[in-house]
């Protein structure tokens, strides 16, 4: 007698946010992982890039349209579709609001980095994760790709002992870096700024790496490359308010035009007659709430500290990265292809090309470590992410990757500390912004 196979549920998401950030989680759930996921509807504020995305799950994965809802019908969305997880990618600011609503509704939750912005939103979301006793992941894709894991690996091993201190450089480029002075996250109550928006991947990835948490931080951050005065200042100023279409970007290395390509006209150039966003301002224009010259100060619980760098105009991307331990020195260096958001790939984004691990111990000769070359985006940190997430049995994670609702709070709570001491110039203790007297650590 033949035994029939056992079919397994597949488990139903929905995705809220149909930004370029979205299609990295509708590429698992139609493609990647389409035997145990399903995608059960897309939820935005503009119908025209929700019609892009269902034209586009048919051309790269023969995929039917998906349902598609008003964000005013996000709960009438939870209510009909009864998802088992809500992936949350819309703007920074209304993060909370998504999943807050979407664990109330008894869902789970996956959101894009930063979980939020302020530390207001922030405490609503913990009390809501103790509240429902919902799970809350945040894609701290950094933490996955190779490099990186193998310098958790090498701290877990104590390979130059107890680290002490952490210098930590990162470098967007006038390619990348620029690009977050055209879009919404040039207004800092959209995004936080950079130590909210980006640095929260690092401030994450130093948390991780040393197993503590954030203490106390001090900070210094200007606006002196981008916006008006400045390119007045140094002669990059050019009289335009958005480049596409106007002669006064022409031969701009600054400016981007969204008709040069696909993808950058489906999601923001045609969809602007509904909701008129601008994808392409004038980065030496008015409007620019955001610091792009950043250095922090953090002190660790377990002793640690860390010097932090942001340079949001440099003329390559990467970073450096070096710890100083009791038994000797690792420095991590690596060079990174620059990208514009939903410009290109969004699996092959932002791929290493070129990157140097070495250890120095103490009284012997520095070793270089070998580092796995990595697929995919973010320096081969992505895939292993969705596999993490979607997988219907999930690879081992000795390393602790993972990252829950705690994890996030902490990397955004040390930006959130860093904005409010650039404005007072005074230390700020991460106590006094957030308590955390629940009985999870997730």
């Known amino acids: 007698m033949k035994t029939r196979k056992r079919r397994v549920a597949k488990k139903r998401h929905v995705i809220v946010g149909t930004g ?5 989680f509708a590429d698992a759930l139609l493609n990647l992982y389409k035997d145990n996921c399903v995608l059960s509807a897309i939820c935005d504020l503009n119908p025209l890039r929700m019609e892009y995305h269902n034209r586009r799950y048919q051309e790269d994965w023969g995929a039917g349209p998906v349902p598609m809802y008003a964000a005013a019908d996000f709960d009438t969305m939870l209510r009909k579709e009864k ?3 809500v992936i949350v990618t819309t703007m920074d600011r209304t993060h909370h609001e998504y999943i807050i609503r979407a664990m109330e509704a008894g869902c789970d939750v996956i959101t894009e980095k930063p979980m939020t912005t302020d530390e207001n939103k922030c405490r609503a979301i913990m009390e809501a994760v103790e509240r429902t006793g919902r799970q809350l992941r945040v894609t701290f894709n950094y933490r996955y790709a190779p490099a990186r894991s193998l310098v958790k690996q090498l701290l877990m091993e104590q390979t130059v002992g107890e680290i002490k201190s952490v210098h930590f450089e990162w470098l967007l480029d006038t390619r990348h870096g620029a690009d977050y002075f055209r879009r919404w996250h040039r207004d800092k109550r959209n995004s936080g700024g950079l130590m909210v928006h980006k640095a929260t991947h690092h401030f994450d990835l130093v948390n991780w790496w040393l ?3 954030p203490e106390v931080v001090f900070g210094l951050g200007s606006l002196a490359f981008y916006g008006k005065a400045n390119g007045q200042r140094f002669g990059n100023h050019r009289p335009y308010t958005r480049s596409t279409g106007s002669p006064a970007a022409k031969g ?3 400016a981007l035009d969204l008709r040069d390509g696909a993808i950058l006209q489906g999601l923001y150039l045609e969809p602007e007659k509904e909701d008129a966003y601008i994808r392409d301002q004038n980065v030496f224009g008015d409007g620019v709430s955001i610091e792009d010259t950043m250095n922090v100060m953090v002190g660790y619980k377990n002793g640690a500290q860390l010097s932090y760098t942001l340079t949001a105009y440099s003329p390559w991307e990467g970073f450096r990265i070096a710890f100083n331990g009791t038994k000797g020195r690792i420095e991590l260096d690596q060079f990174e292809t620059s990208y514009i958001s939903a410009g290109n790939s969004h699996i092959g984004d932002g791929v290493t090309h070129s990157q140097r691990l070495t250890v120095f111990p103490h009284w012997e000769k520095p070793r ?13 940190g992505d895939l292993p992410l969705l596999a993490d997430l979607f997988s219907a049995k999930p690879p081992p994670d000795p390393l602790g990757r993972a990252a829950g609702a705690r994890d996030g709070a902490m990397s955004i709570l040390t930006g959130i500390a860093a904005n409010r001491s650039f404005a007072t110039g005074e230390a700020v203790r991460i106590a006094d912004l957030q308590a955390f007297p629940y009985s999870f650590r997730t």
């Not at 370029?20 to 990295?24: A, D, E, I, Q, V």
């Not at 270089?368 to 320096?379: D, Q, R, Y």
């Open 83 to 85: 998802p088992h997880t």
């Open 20 to 24: 370029g950030r979205s299609f990295m």
């Open 252 to 254: 701009d290395p600054f």
């Open 211 to 213: 197993g503590s948490e």
């Open 368 to 380: 270089h470590i070998s580092i796995p070359e990595g697929k995919g985006g973010h320096g081969g």
